[in-house]
Structure formats: C-alpha cells, structure tokens
Nanobody, 127 residues
C-alpha cells in the first residue's frame, strides 16, 4: 500500500519557520520525483516545490523562492520542506506528492497529475 504521511504543520507567527516532513512507503522512492503542493482556503491548489529523482535538481514556485527549501533523504524515504520567513499568505494545507518518471526538471510537475498524494498537513501563519 502506497503511503505518503506528512507531518510538521502547525501554527506559527509571521516571520517564523516550520519544517514539513513526508514519509513515503509502498513504492520505489528513488524512481519518483517528490513535490509539495498547497491549497489555501478559497484558492486553487498550487505546486510549490519539487525535487527530481535522477539528479536531485529542485524547482520552486516564485511565491516561495528564496524562503523554502526542499530536500530528500533517500535512505529514509523521506522528503522535507524547510519553510522560513513565513507569511500569512503561506497559510494552507500542504500536500506531499510523488510521480514517476521522476527525471523531469523545471516546473513540469506543477501542472501534472501526480501519481500519489498524502492527506496533507495544515500550516497556519498568524500576522
């Protein structure tokens, strides 16, 4: 059974930091690109960051570039999203996703129907 389990969400003040984790199981982690999406209340879902499976290249949406960092630990089948300088507009449910093949770069996955989705973790940034 494929599972993507997010953790690390919560309430934080503007300017603060959070680190999201996503533990993956049930598929060959090394073959998949891992991405984070988010959906804010009343807004469309948005792809915000991906890490490719072949070379570990990363991509970020303009809205988070320079503040968020995606990384992965293939030995632990886990992907992370370090979020710094959080803003109230970052408030959203954050989803961990996976897709194969994982070697595309750039923002390919942002508009792609990802293979697997986690249930999401809520991040609330207060002003």
């Amino acid at each position: 059974e494929v599972q993507l389990v997010e953790s690390g969400g919560g309430l934080v003040q503007a300017g603060g930091s959070l680190r999201l984790s996503c533990a993956a199981s049930g598929f060959t982690f090394d073959d998949y690109a891992m991405c984070w999406f988010r959906q804010a209340p009343g807004k469309e879902r948005e792809g915000i960051s991906c890490i490719s499976s072949n070379d570990g290249s990363t991509v970020y949406a303009d809205s988070v570039k320079g503040r968020f960092t995606i990384s992965s630990d293939n030995a632990k089948n886990t992907v992370y999203l370090q979020m710094n300088s959080l803003k109230p507009e970052d408030t959203a449910v954050y989803y961990c996703t996976a897709d194969r093949p994982g070697y595309y770069s750039g923002s390919y996955y942002f508009d792609h129907a990802m293979d697997y989705w986690g249930k999401g973790t809520l991040v609330t940034v207060s002003s």
